[in-house]
Structures are given as structure tokens and as C-alpha cells.
């Protein structure tokens, strides 16, 4: 079974430039999540989608951060502008909605803003 | 409010020795579920085990077991005879509800095993 794939690994910009991530859950992964780490804390939820639509993004900075997942599958982060604080690795999980079950998480993207 | 508390920022363990890793957690809900993920100085967040609320043993997998000790609201990772391996992050989990809520996670803890 594949696993979660995101892309790029890395990536350096320079601040008020955009970017974007993408990510492609485990097939059949109903619910998808997009964390932002910062280096030393833990994964903080930046929205979560259930299928096509968005569960919980109430921690997503929306006038610089936009998400969306069409058709239910793939997902791309997108920042514009960025700023320095952007600086963090970007997580993306997926889960099936079965009680109990993890969410299985990507590699990641390290995102660097000078 | 902090949901997820883990007070130990940092633990020095001799290898071959049993390790505890607190965490308590803050849910009204009655339903909710517990994780432990693991993510090595490579990055990936490794799922290490899960302890549902209304589970009536705490859960093993391997070396790893939870002790879940719901009246405290605590669920603590016991890590028994470590390896140098095992030196990583590792953070306490919770989604709140049925299957489709948020994990939410605490700061971590890092544990450094000794040879």
C-alpha cells in the first residue's frame, strides 16, 4: 500500500513570494490534514478536509493561507505572500474515519523563507 | 487551553532501560482516542500505538505500552528495555470524538538514549 506522498521535499523562497504544496493521501483515506511544524514544537492542525470539504481550519491564517481538495483526493497548501514566521515543515496526514484508526502522516515539506 | 500537556522537554536514558513519557490530556467528550507517534531526526512521524477511551486494557504493541489512567486523564508511553534507536521525538496525540475529529498534538517530548 502506498503511503502518503507530498511534494516538494524542500523548498526556499523569499518572503512575499507565494508557494505551494501538494499531497496525495492513501487511496480510499476519507479525511486529510495539513499540520505546520515549527522547528522543536509539535504539529499544530492547520485544516482539516473530510472528503471535499473543510472540517476544522480555524487555525488557518486565511489572508495568507489557502487550501482546497478537489474531488476528494489530492490536496495543495498554497501561502501568498509569505513571511519569515512561514518558516516550518508542512505535514500532511490522511485517516479513514474508523474510530481508533492513526492518521498516517508524508515526509513533509521544509519550507525556508528568507 | 492546552489539551495535550507533555511536561518533559528533554530525557537522558541508559540504553536497556525502561523509559516513561508523560502526557495528560484535557477532553470533556466521553469518546476520544490517544496516539503516540514517534519522528526520528529524519522527520517522519512514525505511528508507534493507540488507547481508545473505552478500551478496558491499556494498549501494547512490542516494546511500547500505555498506561492509561483515564481518572487522571493521563496515558503515559512505557518504553521497556531502549535502544539507542529509540532516540527521537515523541509526541502524544488525541482526537476527540468519532473518527473524522482532529488530532491534536502536544509539544513532545526528546528522548536521548545513552550507550
Known amino acids: 500500500e502506498a503511503g502518503v506522498a507530498q511534494s516538494p521535499r524542500y523548498k526556499i523562497i523569499e518572503k512575499r513570494q507565494s508557494v505551494a504544496f501538494w499531497c496525495n493521501p492513501i487511496s480510499g483515506h476519507a479525511t486529510l490534514y495539513w499540520y505546520q511544524q515549527i522547528l522543536g514544537q509539535g504539529p499544530k492542525l492547520l485544516i482539516q478536509?473530510?472528503?471535499?470539504?473543510?472540517?476544522?481550519d480555524s487555525q488557518l491564517p486565511k489572508d495568507r493561507f489557502s487550501a482546497e481538495r478537489l474531488k476528494g483526493v489530492d490536496s495543495t497548501l498554497k501561502i501568498q505572500p509569505a513571511k519569515l514566521e512561514d518558516s516550518a515543515v508542512y505535514l500532511c496526514?490522511?485517516?479513514?474515519?474508523?474510530?481508533?484508526?492513526?492518521?498516517?502522516f508524508g515526509q513533509g515539506t521544509r519550507l525556508t523563507v528568507v | 487551553a492546552q489539551k495535550i500537556t507533555q511536561t518533559q522537554p528533554g530525557m537522558f536514558v541508559q540504553e536497556k532501560e525502561a523509559v516513561t513519557l508523560d502526557c495528560t490530556y484535557d477532553?470533556?467528550?466521553?469518546?476520544?482516542?490517544l496516539f503516540w507517534y514517534k519522528q526520528p531526526s529524519s522527520g517522519e512521524m512514525i505511528f508507534l500505538i493507540y488507547q481508545g477511551s473505552y478500551d478496558q486494557q491499556n494498549a501494547t504493541e512490542g516494546r511500547y505500552s500505555l498506561n492509561f489512567q483515564k481518572a487522571r486523564k493521563s496515558a503515559n508511553l512505557v518504553i521497556s528495555a531502549s535502544q539507542l534507536g529509540d532516540s527521537a521525538m515523541y509526541f502524544c496525540a488525541m482526537r476527540e470524538g468519532w473518527g473524522d475529529d482532529k488530532i491534536i498534538f502536544g509539544k513532545g517530548t526528546r528522548l536521548h538514549i545513552l550507550p
Open positions: 477532553t470533556s467528550d466521553p469518546s476520544y482516542g
Open positions: 478536509f473530510q472528503n471535499n470539504g473543510v472540517v476544522d
Open positions: 496526514a490522511s485517516s479513514s474515519s474508523d474510530r481508533g484508526t492513526e492518521a498516517f
